[in-house]
């Protein structure tokens, strides 16, 4: 009896803290829990779970602030670019050797990180600190440590769980897709969102719901030099054969061309679209009733940062409704990074999208689409759809992406990519025998926003791939892009950039550039 009375006054007390501060914790600005009628304090603490007591006890949330706080003062020692440290050297080559070990290979980077950076500065374990300009591919948008995440992360961290299920989750994972809706739904008529565990996942998901709409259909169109994932399907419509070598095709797929500023310049926009358009009608003649989808990347990523047109586009998504072909938008890479948060925004397009794909920067990946897409029961399924930890940093990425100053003509997206497009040009114009004319590609500098590249060495693979690791060895990490021309790449971490860190960003770049010019 003893012991139940301290249980029970254990639990008052527990309910009085809460009485306290009865806010919803990680509530978004214009969630229904922060706009709707809510009970009295003690009401509502009365009526708290004990999960909710758990989350928002002064012993927890005191030592989240004790563990943020000291994140914050470790990453503030981290100020510039350095080099390894020669005392930590024989073990990062164990490391460097393990990992080559599980792998199978060496890595394509001599990168392993030490778990604390600052913004886009990033410490690996030999005690080297470089500038991450590729952020996984674009995965860490908001740069390495940021408390805020960080503090999203660890109050994930309190969950009776680590992943999430399909047929059974806490709310987290539906807060998150909310969140995402909300933004989306406003220039377009998507509904429903299916949250998965990967891009190619999303990507596969959304195969289905279009095959199911227009069954039996059973081909799909795609651009060409399209990306779409590393799963058996995603490979077959993907567009480079390095990647799918040996693996038998699944998909029937059709390629488009993607739109060329180039050719339509040489030719005339007009034409070269009527030749596309005629392109595509080819198609759905040769094979009438069996495209299912038509797959728009409306800036390309793996392809080569490629930027589209919107009359292009247009004109090809007109020839789709005509015909029942779904408009599959792809933003796995381009969401969030542009000067709109979404692409089909950016192309005023959204109100043709059925079903999208995003990924990469929101941490978990989520298939959209428009109620008139909504799949049969038991089509979208699967064992797992995320962590919390995705789910809560991803609802705060979305969330300071929307209350963020960063899109817009004058927003500091554009502000950032202008000024990486000065310095590409100051470099250019120091060492242009490192930068030959590149008849393919419309100038030297390219993308869109935070997709940006720039092609050296008149886009060489070989060397291109040779100064990506040269300019890693001088502080700073880049990646490559194109089917020929080859670019170099970046994803920065733009919202936790600093306007005067080009200069700094671009002075590894040259001394990089430099070894790779011989």
């Known amino acids: 009896m003893l012991r139940l009375a301290r249980q029970v006054d254990r639990l008052k007390n527990a309910a009085a803290v ?83 070990a599980v792998r199978g290979r060496p890595l394509l980077y001599p990168y392993i990180g030490a778990g604390l950076g600052n913004g886009a500065l990033v410490e690996l374990a030999d005690g080297s600190v470089k500038w991450d300009m590729i952020c996984g591919i674009g995965v860490h948008f908001f740069g390495h440590s940021d408390t805020d995440l960080c503090r999203a992360s660890l109050e994930a961290g309190l969950d009776d769980t680590v992943k999430h299920g399909n047929l059974l989750s806490n709310f987290d994972a539906y807060e998150f897709a909310e969140t995402l809706l909300a933004q989306a739904s406003k220039h377009s008529d998507l509904k429903h969102a299916y949250v998965s565990t990967s891009g190619a996942m999303a990507n596969e998901n959304a195969l289905k719901v279009c095959f199911q709409k227009h069954a039996p259909a059973n081909r799909v169109i795609a651009f060409k030099d399209c990306f779409m994932g590393r799963s058996n399907t995603m490979l077959a419509i993907g567009d480079s054969h390095l990647g799918r070598e040996g693996i038998p095709l699944n998909t029937h797929v059709d390629y488009m061309p993607f739109f060329d500023s180039v050719a339509a310049s040489r030719m005339g926009k007009a034409r070269f679209i009527d030749m596309a358009v005629s392109h595509l009608e080819q198609y759905i003649h040769r094979y009438p009733g069996q495209h299912a989808c038509f797959i728009f990347e409306l800036v390309q990523g793996e392809g080569g940062f490629n930027v589209g047109d919107r009359d292009y586009f247009k004109a ?75 789910f809560r940093v991803g609802q705060r990425i979305i969330e300071r992406l929307r209350d963020g100053d960063f899109y817009g003509p004058q927003g500091a997206f554009a502000r950032h990519h202008a000024l990486f497009r000065e310095q590409v040009a100051a470099l250019v114009a120091k060492h242009p025998r490192w930068f030959p004319a590149v008849p393919e590609v419309e100038g030297l500098s390219g993308g869109l926003g935070g997709m940006m590249r720039f092609t050296p060495f008149g886009g060489d693979k070989a060397r291109i791939m040779s100064a990506c690791r040269a300019a890693f060895d001088e502080g700073v990490i880049l990646f490559y892009c194109g089917h020929g021309p080859y670019h170099m790449r970046m994803l920065p971490p733009l919202p936790v950039m600093k306007e005067t860190d080009w200069p700094r960003v671009f002075a590894c770049i040259e001394r990089g550039l430099a070894k790779a010019a011989g």
């Open 18 to 100: 809460v009485a306290r501060d009865p806010s919803p914790l990680n509530a978004p600005k214009d969630s229904p829990m922060t706009t709707a009628a809510t009970p009295s304090a003690p009401h509502q603490a009365q009526n708290r779970t004990l999960g909710a007591q758990l989350r928002h006890s002064p012993a927890v949330q005191g030592a989240i602030d004790t563990i943020v706080n000291e994140v914050s003062r470790r990453s503030a020692e981290i100020t510039d670019i350095r080099p390894p440290r020669p005392d930590l050297k024989a073990e990062y080559d164990t490391l460097m050797s393990r990992a080559a």
């Open 316 to 390: 090809l998504i007109d020839v789709c409704k005509a015909h029942s072909i779904a408009v599959w938008d792809d933003e796995i890479q381009t969401f969030g990074r542009l000067e709109r948060m979404f692409a089909f925004e950016q192309f005023n397009l959204g109100e043709y999208v059925d079903v999208f794909c995003v990924g990469k920067m929101t941490q978990a990946c989520v298939t959209m689409f428009t109620e008139a897409y909504n799949p049969k029961a038991g089509l979208l399924s699967g064992t797992f759809t995320g962590e919390g930890q995705s």
